[in-house]
């Protein structure tokens, strides 16, 4: 036998038995950016590498270790997205959507990184994302935060995440406080981690959010960020506090919150768990108002902010908080056995679904005893089953079996069995 090619390492199946759940969590996510009227956008998976070299910053895990870059053909170097941002800032700078006007946008779909595959780590991720365009006030950081709450509370989830805090100030004010943090923690390099010290070169900032304990008991005493902030940024930061406090949305500020990209400034906030261990962090973003520029469009404000989708999910099935009614994707099973049932039974499904078009009808296909049929109907998580053997054919006529409720079991005439199915059952 031929050797069986497998997937590759970090990049997974979703399989049949999971749709359900993806299906239950996009369209939560969906309802909730249609009531807030964020508008679709979709960008291809597939960009120039200049776009993420230049917006997500050369000296970041990501651009160092973690894209899937590739030559084209033609020579020309592509890469495998790793994040939304960049795609999305270049699809609406090259069809002129952000000029003169605001956006709010979402998009889904999978993103690529080369890392260590582990729980709630993939090389190949989904990630929800939303972005808005041309906002400067901290009106539209509060909107997009307070829109993750209420997906919080649509997936009862709102006790089991909290929300980490931070601004970053202006990129003027993030400069001189880089400064200062270089400064003091070059006179100290020698206790810094490796990571840290080979960071305090290239992105300095990132040293703040270390895991080491030596470095990190080295910041206690370090400058802090928010003693370098201006005036603007402040008052920035104290609206948006005024917005979450006013709706009641509580918050931990963090100033070691400094994120992974570049090209954050004044808000950043993370959505984090204790429920999936070192992976905790299911909903990243902040404001970046000077990428749309950097890219070559014009100076515009920008808030947005990225949900990782497989740790949402694994979050709602550790949880236990999925809704039963969204794993069971049949109503009826209809079981055809004998002479000219088939037939009768592709007819009545039609019939059914042309009376009542919410309901899930399967037509057991590929013959077999009710026996075996009866046990596909019970595995299939249907409600009810429908019978057509011999005597329901010759008597037109149909056998309704209620496999999970106190309805029993009654033969009814086929034109009746729609209604007395939505009577008695649903
Ligand atoms: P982490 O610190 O966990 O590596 P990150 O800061 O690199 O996260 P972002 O670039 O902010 O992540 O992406 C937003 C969200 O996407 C994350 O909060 C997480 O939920 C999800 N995510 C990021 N990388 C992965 C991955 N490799 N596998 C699964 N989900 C991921
Ligand atoms: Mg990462």
Redesign the pocket.
């Known amino acids: 036998m031929a050797k069986k090619i497998q997937a590759i390492r970090g990049m997974n199946d979703i399989l049949p038995e999971q749709s359900p759940v993806w299906q239950y969590l996009e369209g939560t996510v969906k309802e909730l950016l249609a009531s807030y009227g964020y508008d679709e956008i979709r960008m291809p998976i597939v960009e120039q590498t200049a776009l993420f070299k230049r917006s997500i910053g050369e000296v970041t ?2 651009v160092e270790k973690e894209m899937y870059t590739f030559d084209d053909r033609n020579g020309d170097s592509l890469t495998l997205r790793p ?1 939304g941002t960049a795609s999305c800032v270049r699809a609406c700078e090259e069809h002129g959507l952000l000029y003169n006007q605001t956006q709010r946008l979402w998009y889904t779909g999978p993103m690529f ?1 080369h ?1 260590r595959p582990q729980k ?4 190949q ?1 989904y ?1 929800i994302g939303v972005e808005t365009f041309g906002m400067p006030t901290a009106d539209i950081d509060a909107e997009v935060i307070l829109m993750t709450a209420r997906l919080w509370k649509m997936l009862g989830l709102t006790d089991q995440v909290t929300l980490q805090l931070n601004t970053l100030g202006s990129n003027e004010a993030r400069a001189q406080y880089r400064d200062a943090l270089v400064e003091f923690l070059g006179a100290r390099k020698d206790q810094l981690d490796e990571d840290s010290q080979r960071r305090l070169d290239t992105n300095p900032l990132r040293v703040l959010d270390s895991k080491d304990p030596a470095t990190q008991a080295l910041l206690a005493d370090a400058p802090q960020l928010h003693e370098y902030l201006d005036d603007e940024s402040r008052e920035h930061f104290d609206l948006l506090r005024s917005i979450l406090d006013a709706a009641g949305v509580q918050y931990e500020i963090n100033q070691r919150l400094v ?3 570049d090209y954050y400034c004044k808000t950043v906030f ?1 959505w984090v768990t204790d429920k999936l261990g070192a ?1 905790g ?4 973003g902040g404001r970046y108002d000077g990428l749309v520029e950097q890219l070559g469009g014009k100076p515009t404000p920008a808030v947005g902010f ?3 989708v ?2 949402l999910i694994l979050l709602l099935e550790t949880l236990e908080l999925i809704p039963q009614e969204v794993l069971n994707t049949l109503d009826v099973y209809i079981c055809p056995v004998g002479e000219g049932s088939a037939r009768a039974a592709l007819l009545l499904a039609d019939q059914l679904r042309d009376e009542h078009s919410w309901l899930r009808v399967q037509t057991h296909c590929g013959g077999g005893s009710f026996k075996s049929q009866m046990k596909k109907a019970d595995k299939s998580g249907a409600r009810i089953a429908l019978l057509l053997g011999e005597d329901e054919i010759n008597n037109g006529t149909v056998t309704i079996k209620d496999l999970r409720g106190e309805a029993g079991q009654e033969t009814v005439a086929v034109s009746d069995a729609g209604d007395w199915i939505a009577r008695e059952i649903f």
Not at 120 to 123: A, E, H, L, T
Not at 281 to 284: G, L
Request: glycine share 12%.
């Open positions: 895990d990501i994040e990184r890392e709630g780590r993939y090389r991720f990630q994120r992974g990209l993370e992976q962090t299911v909903c990243a990225a949900m990782g497989e740790r």
